[in-house]
């Protein structure tokens, strides 16, 4: 199973989407192709912006499709950050819909 | 720069000015008071900056009046090269305001918010008002670096008001504005219509796919003025010749978040003089209100409700550990 712990690369206020993006292309997205799964672990990120969250893992449920999002567990998110990451996986699923 | 300009009333300041000419800036004052928004000083800092970055002119008088050490602290002068002839000791209101600071990189951008926490030491609701303040600062200025293609990059200053428990925030852009931005993926016809559809959850400049692309979601303008909704305060959104004035509405009604800004209580304005890029300027209160939590709850009852209430069901939740 693969860690990505936010904060050691975004501290904080994970607000800088270049930092999400390198998260997601190098490590989440090796991790789930190779049918791992995979532990976000917030700790230590008081506040995200949607932006952030969205950089991380949008385009990882719309190129992998919705069931990835089973193979991703969030650990140590505040409820602000819950909320964020609960909107983003939901939209993320909306746009896949779309397309269908 | 007129005597008063808040969000409230910043067509005060819109409509003196004069773009016409962008080689050439002149600034001047009322002759007894001078008292504006942050979001006054950097469109003014901008445009001096735009100016002088084209080899233009910049001149401007020295107001004789009360506000001006203001108007020296905020470093407004420094950004149009001109000397006031007075030199200010920031000390006393240090930690009260951050001074108009120009931003291009992510690390300017990380050099700002350091200075959010100080501006709010001690006061009431710090915590919950700094993640406000950090949030929408990250918000506007991004859009400013990522969209824009401004040439000075992003103006952005803020200023705390201890009577009336207020932060004020404003950002200002010399960029392609909001049309050209949007206009690159959907059919606009103005720069109000561009706001309107910036202002919408899942829609952005990049792709005409709602809901983004991978680096861009398209919703920091929605999520910024859920911000201001919720805590009812004013947004507002200048660019081209569109203003989008989002005021605080009744006191007696309880602030609902809304997915379209057409059912927001603000103000649309056309054929306003034509700013050559994006004006953004929110007040955020440190009042107790809503915690950040809540109000990000209160964003997912919108887009559960009115994005993708008939689709919800078929999908997967986030899993927590």
Redesign the interface.
Known sequence: MTVVVVADAAGAFAENKDVARNLRRELLVPALAGGETVTIDFGGVELATQSFIHALVSDVIRSMGPNVVDSIAFRNCNDAIRGLIEIVVEYSQEGLQDEE | MPNSAGLQNIEAFVRRLDTSDLSNLRVSFHDRWVAVHPVVLAAVACAGALVTQNGGKVSSEVPKVATLPYLVVMRLFDWLGVNPGISVTEHEAAGRFIPLTQIRT?ADL?AF?VKVTPLLHGQPHQREAV?YI??VV??LV?NALEHAASQVGAFACAQYYKNTKRVSIGVADAGIGIQASMSRSHPVRSSLEAIELALR??ITGTTA?????????G??LF?TKAIARASRNFFVIYSGDGLFKLRKGSSRVEPVIQADPKMDPATWRNEMPTWPGTVTGIDVSLEAGR???Q???A??DV??RE??AD??A????????
């Open positions: 992510d990380a918010m993640n950090k949030y990250s918000e991004r959850p899942g796919r709602y809901g983004g692309t991978e680096y861009n979601a919703a920091g999520f915690t950040f939590a109000l990000m709850s964003i997912g887009y559960h994005v993708a689709k919800k078929r999908y997967r939740r986030p899993t927590f550990t």
